[in-house]
């Protein structure tokens, strides 16, 4: 396929889906130079034209595969996580660029396609996991990779969050496994999951439980996980959408010399010599980065970082930090916790 010259040119962006993380998407375009919304497609025509008009795009549709015979240069697909294969298949055949939101997608099999159908067009496939532009991850890695923590021993994910009856009741595709793929554990946590896999690398070998508890939906509202990474370290998993007791979104890591946890948008910084430094970066990313307690939650900074991100490897014709393989990794680990179900240990290739 051939790749028209893009130069320094402002890209043109459509998306598909014009629900709440559309809405922030639309609004975080609207803080890029180079980046311009020209297209909103989404089944509920009022959702994609309320977005429009907010931005002063002229082109609605209810299908996004009109919007892909537009001079579209990449789509964002912001839909249920069960359409997201179907749809980003599509649009990379049509010879768009592709930023797809988290997860990459319900099933290893179909991330897989889409990895496929990007390589096959010679299209950049990328995946919206903003957490990993934000400076508490950033700091984190060069900890991690310079070696100051020591030999990584241990990491736990812990998403302790509510949500409330009409979170799942208001929507028809959250807590079904065909639409939403999961509950708490790919939904909420795939943020810091996809931090720690980001951070310390792929886990191998994995145990895990998931149950409704409290909510009336298909999928989990509590899960929990004990697993290894292929470095050897261990690792466990909590995660709930149905307890009062909440708190940030924490990625620990312990070490031979030191430690770390994230918390949002801090990081502390636990020392060899027992004392720790706790850096909140919160105030310079515009808040916080997701909530224990509001879904609508979010900052401009950390999905900008990552659009800009996009937009380069798109002009640079590199791939982006978050790529299909990279998005695969956290879904993995996801899906093992499901298979495993309290019965079995699964091995993740
Ligand atoms: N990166 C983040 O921090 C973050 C935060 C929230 C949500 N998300 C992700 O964004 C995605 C959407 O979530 P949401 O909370 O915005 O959901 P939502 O229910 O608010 O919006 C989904 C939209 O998709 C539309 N839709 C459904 N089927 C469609 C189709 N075939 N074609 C076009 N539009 C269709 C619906 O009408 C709705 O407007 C999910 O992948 C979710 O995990 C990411």
């Known amino acids: 396929m051939n790749t028209p010259s893009i130069g320094n040119r402002i890209l043109r962006a459509g998306l598909v889906g014009a629900g709440s993380s559309a809405t922030n998407i639309a609004t975080t375009i609207a803080t890029i130079d180079d980046i311009e919304l020209v297209g909103v497609a989404d089944v509920n025509k009022e959702a994609a034209r309320r977005i429009a008009d907010q931005h002063s795009v002229t082109f609605v ?24 294969k179907e749809a980003a ?3 990379l055949d049509a010879g768009k660029h592709v930023l797809v939101e988290k997860p990459i997608a319900t ?10 159908a990007a ?33 990584i021993l241990q990491a736990n994910v812990s998403v302790m969050w509510f949500r409330d009856a009409d979170y799942y009741k208001k929507s028809s595709w959250r807590g079904t496994w065909q639409l939403e793929g999961g509950g708490s554990l790919i939904n909420q946590a795939i943020h810091p999951v996809d931090q720690m896999v980001y951070l310390l690398g792929n886990v191998k070998r994995l145990f895990g439980c998931w149950a409704h508890r409290v ?5 989990d509202d509590n899960t929990c996980a004990a697993f290894v990474l292929e470095s050897g370290a261990f690792g466990t998993i909590q995660t709930s959408t149905s307890t009062r007791a909440t708190f940030p979104a924490r990625l620990t890591i312990f070490g031979s010399e030191g430690g770390i946890e994230l918390d949002g948008n801090v990081l502390t910084h636990f020392k060899a010599d027992g004392t720790r430094e706790r850096t909140d970066f919160a105030a310079r990313e515009g808040g916080q980065v997701g909530s224990a307690i509001d879904p609508k939650k979010f900052s401009v900074v950390a999905h900008a970082r990552l659009m800009r991100d996009f937009a380069g490897a ?14 695969l990794k956290s879904l993995k680990v996801v899906r093992a916790v499901y298979e495993s179900a309290g019965e079995k240990v699964i091995d993740i290739d």
């Open 215 to 219: 909510h009336d939906i298909e999928v």
């Open 89 to 91: 298949v599509h649009c």
């Open 107 to 116: 099933t290893v099999p179909d991330a897989i396609a889409m990895i496929d």
């Open 119 to 151: 390589k096959r067009n010679k299209r950049k496939l990328g995946v919206h996991c903003q957490q990993r532009f934000i400076d508490a991850t950033q700091e984190a890695k060069k900890l991690v990779d310079g070696g100051q923590l020591g030999k």
């Open 61 to 84: 549709t209810t299908d996004y595969k009109e919007l892909c015979k537009q001079d579209v240069d990449f789509i964002i697909i912001s839909l249920p996580h069960g359409l997201h």
């Open 314 to 327: 798109i002009r640079e014709d590199r791939e982006p930090l978050v790529t299909g393989e990279e998005g």
